[in-house]
């Protein structure tokens, strides 16, 4: 069965950081492009930021630029995402998602999220 | 990266056919046959119903279904259900390996 667990969200200031993780189980994962998609409180999904199975091509949204890393450890089939200068507008629950295909928006599977709260 | 345009909200009793829209631009629906639509019923995450377009993932009913036109995609439930009441997104494919999500339409079974 396939899973996917987040960790790491919390409440952090404005400008502060945060690492989010995303265990994964069930499927061989090393083989697998993977993604961070976030929702705000009441609002609608964002794709925030994607990573190639090898983990050599890490592709991120305009907001988030700059930012956010994205990145992987095949060995322990985690996906990470490192959250820096962070901004009121990042507070969302964080889905990572795994894909299906090779091409597109194909999100077979998500975890649970891990919500991050950004506030004074 | 704009998000996708859909229609709010969209209605029908239980055993019609309702059709969601999602619009967006030559760079994104318009330009790739990869649009994905998505389920997600409340506190719950993100269900993939649709992919490539018309793709049904293994598991899905076949009531759901998709089209594509120009600019535009659309999501047909068909036999409508009262497990059918949740919120859905379309997403597309938006070139330079990033995608882009519709704004949301909320299902209401009558």
């Known amino acids: 069965e396939v899973q996917l667990l987040e960790s790491g969200g919390g409440s952090v200031q404005p400008g502060g950081s945060l690492r989010l993780s995303c265990a994964a189980s069930g499927f061989t994962f090393s083989s697998y492009a993977m993604s961070w998609v976030r929702q705000a409180p009441g609002k609608g999904l964002e794709w925030v930021s994607g990573i190639h199975s090898s983990g050599d091509s890490k592709y991120y949204a305009d907001s988030v630029k700059g930012r956010f890393t994205i990145s992987r450890d095949n060995s322990k089939n985690t996906l990470y995402l490192q959250l820096n200068s962070l901004r009121a507008e990042d507070t969302a629950a964080y889905y990572c998602?795994?894909?299906?295909?090779?091409?597109?928006?194909?999100?077979?599977?998500w975890g649970q999220g891990t919500l991050v709260t950004v506030s004074s | 990266q704009s998000a996708l345009t859909q229609p709010a909200s969209v209605s029908g009793s239980p055993g019609q056919s309702i059709t969601i829209s999602c619009t967006g631009t030559s760079s994104d629906v318009g330009g790739y046959n990869h649009v994905s639509w998505y389920q997600q019923h409340p506190g719950k995450a993100p269900k993939l119903m649709i992919y490539d377009v018309t793709n049904r993932p293994s598991g899905v009913s076949n009531r759901f279904s998709g089209s594509w036109s120009g600019n535009t995609a659309s999501l047909t439930i068909s036999g409508l259900q009262a497990e059918d009441e949740a919120d859905y997104y379309c997403s597309s494919y938006a070139s330079s390996n990033t995608y882009v999500f519709g704004t949301g339409t909320k299902v209401t079974v009558l």
């Open positions: 998602a795994k894909r299906l295909a090779a091409v597109g928006p194909n999100f077979d599977y």
